[in-house]
């Protein structure tokens, strides 16, 4: 068993990491164990190109399955759009050979509308796509499950009260912000008394198509694909800049339940990126590397560049529990640079005792760790925000034929996959 998190916020190379493990090891299932339809892994196959959302990144290859844990949020509609996007690809059955938790939580259009009216409001940096709202949701105990509409006979009068409790919020925010245009838009959008009978109908099409299981049995070599980063984890990451799910291997672990050793392995870029706001203490946009699948868009706002930044990254393995190896991705993205920036400590001045181990040099608190606290306290998630907001970075400089030597002694851990590129023809195992 082998499974994938990113170690940085997102936008690693987790997909084509998954693909080429997919290749390498002969493995039929990919597990989809966090987040949901926000995830953005793009794979280039044979030609073929696709981002990612709620299908493994490893369905280009023939036969090789997805199954969707009850750890997912699934977005039926989004779904049936990626399922026949593929299948105009070329891939045919990719419907048969996905495989669907019973217990996996639903998002609804009507969640999606609120959740993207409060960010107009509050500019947290979210996707658009309903995350955020869906889990809050879950933890006031209003959900609908994939099992809720595909054998429940109420699931009408469920679809019906959630549009009901969703539209007395929309209309909440509605009276907040009476004068903006994009807020009055979504309004209309889910106050329309069709929205529910159109909903019904694509979900009971849906379902039909795809395996809706309690649970399947994995044979064999299997892979599990993560979404987003380990620094946007719901307890761990910088509030309130963070993703509303679990993005450490946790879910994993629940998911084998001690009967498989898992192989963690930790996807990092050469870089440093992020998509949207929040902290980004190495971010130079100086560095100009734009990429046209990564750009600026409504919701996240625009795709941001960095150095290396080893104070973020030892966090990031501090909060998952350490990786056996590392995937290094887009080493071809440096190619033409002889020496890679790196930060390596931060420059902090304000009390910062309790968030950072430091030394004292000239007058100035060195950082040289950043602490993770047990447990979640996302108020104090959010003064470390603030915190790293003023922090300096402190670089060295690396060539870049050291730079694996260097990622390997500074984390202490072994860089196993080595990325030039985006086919999993251009990767190896070293």
Known sequence: TYAVAGLGYGDEGKGSTVDYLVEKLGAKTVVRYNGGPQAAHHVVRDGKVHCFSHFGSGSFKPGVETYISEHMLVNPL???????????????????????????????????????????????????????????????????????????????????????????????ILAECPDDKKIS????????????????????????????????????????????????????????????TDTTFDNVYKIVNGS????????????????????FVTEDERL?????????NDWQGKFRIGHL???????????????DMISLTNMDRIDGTQKVCVAYQYAGNSDIDDFFEYDIKSGKKIISTIKKHEGPDHERQ?????????????????????????IEETLDTKVGIVSFGPEYTDKSLI
Request: proline letters at 3%; aromatic letters at 8%.
């Open 260 to 279: 498989d050793e898992v192989v963690r392995i930790g996807v990092m870029r050469a870089y440093f990126t992020r998509h949207g706001n929040g902290p």
């Open 78 to 172: 989004n779904l049936e759009t990626e399922a026949e996007i593929l299948q105009k690809k070329g891939v045919e059955d990719i419907c048969t050979r996905t495989y669907v938790e019973k217990q996996c939580t639903v998002i609804t259009p009507m969640q999606q509308i609120v959740g993207q009216m409060r960010e107009i409001m509050n500019q947290y940096g979210s996707c658009g796509l309903g995350i955020g709202e869906t889990v809050r949701d879950k933890a006031a105990g209003l959900e609908i499950k994939i099992q809720d509409i595909s054998e429940s006979k109420s699931w009408h009068s469920k679809l019906n009260y959630m549009w009901k409790v969703k539209l007395d919020q929309a209309e909440q």
């Open 288 to 296: 100009g590397m734009a990429e046209w699948h990564n750009n600026l």
């Open 185 to 244: 838009e979504l309004y209309d959008k889910i106050a329309d008394p069709a929205l529910i009978e159109r909903l019904e109908q694509s979900y009971a099409m849906l379902l039909h198509k795809i395996n809706i299981v309690d649970k399947k049995e994995l044979f064999g070599p299997v892979v599990f694909e993560g979404a987003q980063g380990v620094l946007l984890d719901y307890d761990h990451g910088f509030w309130p800049h963070v993703t509303k």
């Open 309 to 323: 930044d080893f104070v973020a990254l030892k966090y990031s393995l501090d909060v998952c529990g350490g990786v």
């Open 382 to 406: 959010e003064k470390l925000t603030h915190l790293l907001d003023e922090s300096i970075p402190i670089y060295a400089e690396c060539h870049k034929d050291d730079l694996i030597d260097f």
